[in-house]
DNA sequence: TTATAAACGAGACGGTACGTCTTGTCTTATG
DNA sequence: CATAAGACAAGACGTACCGTCTCGTTTATAA
C-alpha cells in the first residue's frame, strides 16, 4: 500500500548483482507455490536466499516488482511454436503453449496475484495488460504465414474459455477441450475470409 | 497461514447478532473496493464498522470466510434473467446478467482474491467451484423451457471470454461482445439440435 | 485497576449462595498454586467451578477480595496453640503455627500477592494490617497467662525472621531456626519484667 | 505463563541501544510506584517511553527480565557503608543502607512482585535468591575488620524485622526499631566470640 | 595498486497488523 | 421474571512483517 522510497535499484552490470538478482529469483520461484503469494514474505525470501532483506528492497522495491520479474522473466515464456500457414494448427499449438505457460506453479500464482491487484494498483494492471499484449502480439506473429490478423475481441474469444478453465473452474484444459475452443473460434473468425481455403 | 481455531459463530437467530453481521458486511462492501483486499485488514474494518476486532473474528474466523459471505450475499447476485426458450436470447441475458454481477466493485474484488488464494487454500477453492456450479445450475435452468442443457465445457466455452475480457484484458464487456461471444457459441453447441430450430 | 461497579452481594444467608461460594473458593485454593495469583483468571476458576464469570463478579467485585476471603478463611487459621505460661514454649509454638500457616500453598500465594499489591491498593493494605494484628493479638493471647505483653516492635521482631526466610531466603524453616529466632528475641523481651522468672 | 520465545537481545555495546536501554528502565521507575506492578503494561512503557512494545521485547523478553534490571541497576544500589571493626556500628549502617534502598519506591514495587512471582517462576526465585546472596556477602565484607562472619541463619535474623516492618507491618522502620534490632542480634551472635570485645 | 563507489550483512527501530486472551458490561432467550 | 448463555467493547498479550536507518565489510571498477 505504501509507496516506498525509489532508491537507484544495483547497477545490472555488476557481476555480483547479476549473481544476487538470479538466485533470489530461483528461490522465489521455489518458495511461491510452497506458501503461496501472501507467504512469500521478505523476511522469508530473505532468509532462504541466504540474503538480507535490505538486499531485496534494493533489487525490488516493492513485492509487485518481484512478481514481474517473476513473470516476464519465466523459465520458458520464450517457447512459443513455429509459425505456419494452417491456422487451426497455430491456434491450436499456441493455446497448448499458453497452457503449458500458466501450468508452472510460479508462473500460476504470479499472475493471479497481479491480477488480483491490478484493481487497486496501476502498475500491476499496466504490467497485466502489457503481458496480453506480448502475448497477442506472439500470436499475430505466427499467424502472419498464413496472412490472418487476429482483433483483441477475437484474441478473447481464443484464450478466455482456457484460462477460465483453469482459474476459475479449476479443471484441467484436456486437448479435446482446446479443439473444442479452436473449432468454435475459427467459425466467427474473419467470416469469409482466406481462412475458409484451409478447411 | 496459520490456522486460526475455530469457535463456535455467533448464532445467527440472534437479533444483536444480525445487526453486527450485516452492519460489518454492509461496511466491508464499501472499503473492499477503497482499500483492495490486502487492504481490507481486520484492524480498519473494526474502527470503520465501530466494532471489535474480537466480534470479527467471532464472526468469520478467517478473512476468506468474511470474502465467501461478501460474494455469496452479493447486492443482487439473485436478479437471473427470466427463462426462455430463444437460446441466442437466454444466453445473451445471462452474459450481461453476469457482467453486471461482476461490475460491482466489491464482488470483483472478492472473486479475484478468493481465486487468487484458492491455489493455496482449499476453502477458496472449493467454494471457488462451488460458485461456478451456481451459476451453471441457474444457466441450465434459464435454458430449460429450450430444451438444452449446458456441458462443462459449454459453459466455460460462454463465460470464459466475459470474465476474460474483464479481468485479465481489463477492457470493457460491450454488447458487441457478448453478441460475438453468443454467435461463435451457438455454431458448436449441440450440433444439429433443437438449437437449430432458432436459426 | 479499575473500579468495578458495586452491585449488592449475593445474600450470605441463602444455603444455595453458601454452596457457590465455599465450591469456588475451595477451587480456587486448587487452582492458585497450580497457575499462580497471575494465572487465576476469573475465566478459569468459573470454568473450573462450572460457574458463570457472572456469579463470580457477584460474590466478588474485585480479585483482591476473594484473596482476602482465601485468606481470611485460611484452612486451619484457627489452629492456635493452647496458651501457657512459659513464654519461651508459646512463642516457639505459636512461630510454628505461623510456619505452619504459611506453608499451605494457596495460602503462601495469596499472602504474596495481596503484599505485593499493598502499596497500590488501599484494601489490600488494609487487610495485610488487619491479619498482621489478628494475629499480633493472637500472641497476646495466648501468653496472657504468662502475664507478658508484646508490643508492635517486639512482635515483628519475632515473625520477622520466620517469613523472611521462607519469602525471601526462600528456604526452609527448621526447628533449630525457630529455636534461634525465639532465644535471641528472649534476650531483649521485657528486659527485667516477668521473663526472667522462667529462666 | 507461555515462555517467550528467547531471540537473543540487543547489543549491550551499541551505543544506541545503551541510550533506548537506559531511556526505558528511567521511565519505568517513574513509572512503576504510579501504576503498579501490575500496571506497568508493556504498552503503557512504550508509549511513555517513546519506543516501540517491540523495542521493548527486543531488550526484555519477559517482564521479569525488566524487574530485575530495575532491582540490579537500582539507583543507589552501591552504597553500601564502610566496613569497619564495631560489629554493633557496622550492622546498624547496613541496615540503614537496606532501608534506604527498600525505601525507592521502584525498588519496593520491583522486589516485592518478584518475590510474588518467585513462587511460580523459576527465574524469579532464582533472582531473589541471588539478590539476598550478594546483599549477604556485601555484610560480611563489611564485617571483614571486625574478624566475623555471619551465617545464613544469623543474616536473616537481622534483616528479617526491618523488611517484615516495611513490606508486612507496612510501617515505618524508624532509627529506634533498627537499634532494637540490632541490640538482640548481637546477643546471639557467636557466642563467646570476639563480638563481646565491643560491649 | 590503490582508491572509490557500490553492494551487501547485520541488526535496531517505529509502525501496523495479527490472532488470542481476560475483563466488566449488557443483551437475549429460556425454563 | 430471574438466570444462563454469550455477544460485545476495551485493551493487553506476544509475534510477525514492513520499510527505514545506521553501521561496518566486502567486492568490483577506475584512477
Not at 506458501?35 to 513485492?63: C, D, I
Not at 517473476?70 to 520458458?76: Q, R
Not at 517457447?79 to 506453479?105: F, H, I, M, N, Q
Request: proline share 7%; no cysteine; glycine share 6%.
Amino acid at each position: 500500500m505504501k509507496q516506498p522510497l525509489h532508491r537507484r535499484q544495483p547497477t545490472s552490470s555488476n557481476p555480483r548483482v547479476q549473481r544476487t538478482r538470479n538466485r533470489v529469483l530461483a528461490i522465489a520461484r521455489e518458495l511461491l507455490p510452497e506458501v503461496g503469494a501472501g507467504g512469500l514474505t521478505y523476511a522469508l525470501l530473505a532468509e532462504r536466499a541466504s540474503v538480507t532483506r535490505q538486499t531485496l528492497y534494493r533489487h525490488w522495491p516493492t513485492r509487485a516488482a518481484l512478481l514481474f520479474d517473476l513473470i516476464l522473466e519465466g523459465p520458458d515464456l520464450g517457447t512459443y511454436p513455429e509459425p505456419g500457414s494452417d491456422v487451426r494448427a497455430v491456434a491450436t499449438a499456441w493455446l497448448k503453449s499458453l497452457r503449458a505457460g500458466v501450468s508452472v506453479p510460479a508462473m500460476r500464482t504470479a499472475v493471479l496475484t497481479v491480477t488480483a491487484q491490478a484493481d487497486h494498483d496501476p502498475d500491476s494492471a499496466q504490467a497485466l495488460v502489457r503481458i496480453g499484449e506480448d502475448r497477442h502480439a506472439a500470436l499475430n506473429n505466427l499467424l502472419e504465414p498464413a496472412g490472418v490478423r487476429i482483433s483483441d475481441d477475437e484474441y478473447t474469444l481464443l484464450y478466455g474459455p482456457v484460462l477460465a478453465r483453469l482459474f476459475l473452474d479449476r479443471g484441467p484444459v484436456t486437448d479435446a477441450f482446446i479443439d473444442a475452443v479452436v473449432s468454435q473460434w475459427l467459425t466467427t473468425l474473419h467470416p469469409g475470409s482466406a481462412v475458409g481455403s484451409h478447411m
